[in-house]
């Protein structure tokens, strides 16, 4: 079984891996291209999920 405190990422995590601002990660979420889901108020999204996302944009390039 997977290290879920590795595989689950925070939003700031997101913005330093994808170098991009928190908004950019908010836009990213409710268009569906980045999958996660929250607990409270905490967003979590997948390690995998960011990986599929870049898949995406090199495909699409």
């Not at 170098?19 to 950019?24: E, F, K, L, S, T």
């Not at 979420?29 to 979590?44: A, E, V, Y």
């Amino acid at each position: 079984m997977e290290n879920t405190s590795e595989s689950l990422m925070t939003i700031e995590d997101v913005c330093e891996e994808l170098m991009i601002g928190r908004n950019a990660v908010y836009r990213l979420l409710d268009s569906k291209k980045l999958r996660g889901f929250r607990i409270g108020r905490i967003w979590k999204i997948p390690r995998a999920s960011i990986g599929e996302y870049i898949r995406e944009q090199l495909q699409g390039a």
